[in-house]
């Protein structure tokens, strides 16, 4: 069976697990105030281009993550914008209403919010004569892609980060796959160009060659403050916290962790291209590692014999949308057999 | 200027407050167990016609109570399903999300749940294989009459009690006008229908004649163990408790809650009928006594000078939709004034 | 049967019942924001000797209000400093804590905190290592008069609140029987005293004369903002708010509020003179309308046929403490049958 | 330098990193339910002397696991007992309040809590007349060994759990050096004695020779129900579960875990006689691998140029009491140089 419904089926990276294995008899103190974490920490804010002015913290998993910022961005009668389909809105089983904020969603067909979307959500609740008996909207989260594998263009980020700071909205940004977002041939943003428009936002390593972790970069100073407390308090302040310094450290040299994201995306766009020659339309407009082909399910059920997808949703009687992952892990050898057998079906 | 914009303008039907004066120096224990309390426990039981299995609680407001049944009933990853235009989802500033739940919303157009809507939202939990990651849905939310006034059958309540019963849903029915919705003449259930098709339910005391008050009746004997503690810990355990007691006991008395009702609906729908008469449509179909005339912004700004009304929409660019609330103060002078001035404006 | 076991036994002073039914037909909008409440906003700033630096909002109950400032005022890592006999820690049954927020305490042998012990706890949160794993002390509670009867002086309070300003703790004052406290003979400080030298206080009307009702008085701006929204997740803003408007603009008048306190407190330094003269020894050192004897079983189970008393603790086999309250609804003929009768006894 | 301050200085115990790098490139399904954790959960279940009754899920940290059983245990109103120097309410950062719950600590001078302390405060909490103002304690906490290194022993453990078992509290015991406390020379009791005796219990990892990871045992059915939900909320469910599943199964071969866990336990025997040798008394009196000796600081500032301690605090002017580790990791080497240096200064 070739696995390629997600991106976090194998372990990590040969490199990851071998520097794990050499540093692992080096003692150091706890909590991430290592000089791993240390010298990951300046890594990662030389790729954004940026210095002290980014505090870095490295957390275990993406919900906490999430609850974590946005928990320690909202005051307790505020509440966080996201796309309906948004990660914090559906998977992550009432994590951010678990500390005591509501999430406000908006529809979205594609995933992604919109600028203008944002603010008349913003105008509607302060025209509202009752607006002390709704949640206040303060914070907007999205996702770069998002969890339908779309990307925000540059300009389209930037409309919204103009529509938070006007706003006084924190923004936030969930990279759980950024690698593989900016190194889409459709990504027309750098890091750097990221990491200025935005509060706080994400660097996945889970999904993107680490045995776990997820670095967050935050920028605005206010919302830094006191951060490692908050860590703590929602468990997520690794007792070894070295383990993400060390690989964080070790995905970012040489730019692996890019190199990595870039060839999964392009295996990505072959299967695509396989499916659309096959006559299968997308589900969503992905270039990054997620794709949304629609098949018969009669092609379906061959290819499943072989090949794990995730199911999706059922867009007709007879057709199934499936979601299909590459990732660091995906070999060539397993993306030439999909290829063969979408050839070999009727 | 003449306040038809809520139910809420004035203090309490005079015997309520007479009642109050006549035991305000008798020494009573706190805390709502006191004689006044215990009598109106009795009254309340005997008109819903059960005995020693409901348990009933007063508490001061219905944000309150609505916030501590739920947390009452739920644990952590759980949550409760509302119509999305439910008082819960959007009126009551995120306090179930304070307690850590999630609102499920359903769309509705008039303010509904439906058992097919609520048992598809239960059946797309159970059968996605991602259910772990999502919010389990334990309880449904609904109110009788709903915030739009419209008002659920005894057929429709007993739908949504069958699924609920089936598929271990607590049913919890929000009752803060409970007296317009029963006394309406489209309503076909009694109190009693009501109190045995559900594990927990309000009769609202703010907007049906007392000071402030709802009475909460609990059938579900799980749900109301250790609910005084509950109470007490969302700050809704009344010192003066018997203030509650004396209240509901007054008013309830040779069926007063009733006839005040009654009579608040039928100002309501002549008010309607003159609405309709001057050819304004409704924007919902309400029999209750909660109003909602589709006006001609002219006619509005007229009548606006003379009547306070609860702005609820724009329908178009030149017409408002308001909401108009009768009564147990409502006076009949009010009333014919309000119609006189219809008849009189173009 | 006489109560004393408490001070929220009656209902309320007439002067506040008569208004309530004078302005009973009164239509006002709701949630506070009516002119009852504007006057007696502006009643409480004068009286605190203030303007609009005081920002001024009514709520129904204690554990309401000191929930609803606490969870204002604090970020998720952050705990609230309190004597261990302070109400929030121990008789608001976890209210504090379902806001997310532990009470930090300071064992207190009189009720009350001390500047020293309040410099001595954060110092030992700052100097530890380890202090990012421990919540962090961001706010002091205290009462005034204490749980116990007993007062802070002037200097005192001035000690804390110059800890406070020196540390970033915002200090919060309970003043829930702030009456019977400022008018106590053993009192040196005034209204206006305690108004600057703290960043909220309560000015409580449950315990004073009200049927029901506490004041907030705010002089922290960055804690007041927004904080409507905050009652109403709180479940706090009530919907006839012009009846806490009401009720404390009658109490407020010609000063009602200090005589009946004043009052009070007199009444119970009789009976705690009495006590004394009878060989009782006073458990507190209390001046104010609470008041712990140590009686002989006894003589307790005598007094016990015609009074009520609040059992508070054995003190040994043969000795127990109760406490005594009086209030604004004491009658002189109330203490004169509890002075006559100890007399009686032997 | 010699670090001796933790014990969670170094990586993770050779085989468990070994096993991670021959399993990485194996593709399983995520979030713990692939065939490495089945496995682990079947040894965990053989060395618990159980079967199918105990449900055992393996989540990152202790925190984490700490919040979320408890969580999932409480109703709202209730609270936990703990010693006061319990890890959960002094060393989580409020991550309990965070989840609405009191921790009601109990003063304990070793670390332990006794049955008798236990009854005392539920006998209290229900004999007082206003128990439903004050938080219900519904379950016990505590740790084996302590914070402190001590043990319970099996009587003791048996007392604890039947005043559980009578008075309906749910025990929960900390296992996170529960290796280290089992393989004491004064430890009378097994795992399986242990595995019957509470409602859950953790097998810690991370300072047992896992690069992260505990397990959690539960055999409370009404407790496990839904459990991975709780999991998923608290941020604890790892996407790629199998990292957990793969280095429990590793440790826990041929008892590697308890052959680690004895030797860390002889060193750190080895160590406290050395000081005791030396006139230094200990702060606790712990059989396992945390030693609090008390050093003269004249003593304490030579070692300090070689070996890294946790300083614990002053026990007078001249005397410092520190935390010594040992671990899976520890070399006989640094024991025996700490040793040597012992012997060598004055």
Redesign the interface.
Known sequence: ???LE?D?????H?RV?RR??D?????????GEDTFCDKARAQVRALCGGGEDLSVHFL?????VN?TVI??AL???Q?VIAAHTGHIN??????I???????LPIPSEDGKLTAEAILALWRAHWTD??H?????PAMVYLSQPTENGTLYSLEELDAIWQVCQSKGLTLYIDGARLGYGLMSKACDMTLPDLAIRCDAFTIGG??QGL??GEALVIRNRALNR?F???I?????????G??LGVQFSAILEEELYFTLSRQADEFAMKIRRAFEAKGCPMLYDSYTNQQYPILPDKLLHELEREFAFA?WCKTDETHTAVRICTSW?TTQRAVDTLLRRLKQFA
Chains 1, 2, 3, 4 share one sequence.
Not at 8 to 12: D, K, L, P, R
Not at 235 to 240: M, T
């Open positions: 069976m070739i696995r997600c976090y089926a194998e372990g990590a040969p697990l794990l294995t540093t692992n008899f080096d003692q150091t103190v706890g909590y275990v998993g993406g919900t906490q609850t928990a320690a005051r307790p009668h509440g559906v998977h992550e089983t009432g994590a209403e678990s500390t005591g904020h509501k999430v004569a009752t002390e008996h709704m949640v206040q889970t999904k045995l776990f006191d490692r407390y908050l703590k308090q929602r468990g997520g302040l690794l007792a070894k070295r383990l199911f892990a």
